[in-house]
């Protein structure tokens, strides 16, 4: 059974970087895309972006220029990169596998989530 | 984007019930809609993929149909772990979009 868990600082400065480490366990990263998303508390799903082991990385427009996404297979991890955050960045970031074959592109396994809280 | 909206936007219920929940989309998915089920302070769960495909593990009660641009979601016989929140989601074309989201609560 393929596992995930978010890690991360919890609490970031406005205007700071927030960096978000996703570790998989029970599966290897290679060969599928990995995703980010996030939940403001109480409220919906929003999909950050997804990398794949190649490199290829896929991000939603609304944040694209201020995420970067990596990952290192020697270590089953993939990571997120936020830059210049404010309080609308304030959330739950869950990462999640992407598994896009032919017949299905589903988002099948999940991390708990880590709430991310943007404040000074 | 492709815009997804669901509706209603929360049901009240009772276990046993049949409840019904829609999502529209704003243009066609060729059916690559899923459904998850998120409870309280917990991740969400893939429920159902491709509009109809129950993903594995996922009880019987739960069934998913699709129309043109408007997918359905069934849960027969509603149980006490399915009072949560259901979300719809689309793979056809990044990025990826969620519905706003449906609250199942008790009647």
């Known amino acids: 059974q393929v596992q995930l868990q978010e890690s991360g600082p919890g609490l970031v400065k406005p205007s700071e970087t927030l960096s978000l480490t996703c570790t998989v366990s029970g599966g290897s990263v290679s060969s599928y895309y990995w995703s980010w998303i996030r939940q403001p508390p109480g409220k919906g799903l929003e999909w950050i972006g997804c990398?794949?082991?190649?490199?290829?990385?896929n991000s939603n427009p609304s944040l694209k220029s201020r995420v970067t996404m990596a990952m290192d297979t020697s270590k089953n991890q993939f990571f997120l990169k936020l830059t210049s955050v404010t309080a609308a960045d304030t959330a739950i970031y869950y990462c999640a596998r992407y598994d896009r074959d032919i017949s299905k592109y589903i988002l099948d396994f999940w991390g708990q989530g880590t709430l991310l809280t943007v404040a000074s | 984007d492709i815009q997804l909206t669901q509706f209603p936007s929360s049901v009240s219920a009772s276990v046993g019930d049949r409840v019904t929940i829609t999502c529209r989309a704003s243009?066609?998915?060729?059916?690559?809609l899923a459904w998850f089920r998120q409870k309280p302070g917990k991740a969400p769960e893939l429920l159902i993929y491709?509009?109809?495909t129950l993903q594995s593990g996922v009880p019987s009660r739960f069934s998913g149909s699709a129309s043109e641009t408007d997918f359905t979601l069934t849960i027969n016989s509603l149980q006490p772990e399915d009072f949560a929140t259901y979300f719809c989601?689309?793979?056809?074309?990044?990025?990826?979009?969620f519905g706003g989201g449906t609250r199942v609560e008790i009647k």
């Open positions: 243009q066609g998915l060729h059916n690559w």
């Open positions: 989601q689309q793979s056809h074309t990044f990025p990826l979009t």
């Open positions: 990398i794949h082991s190649s490199g290829s990385t």
């Open positions: 491709a509009a109809f």
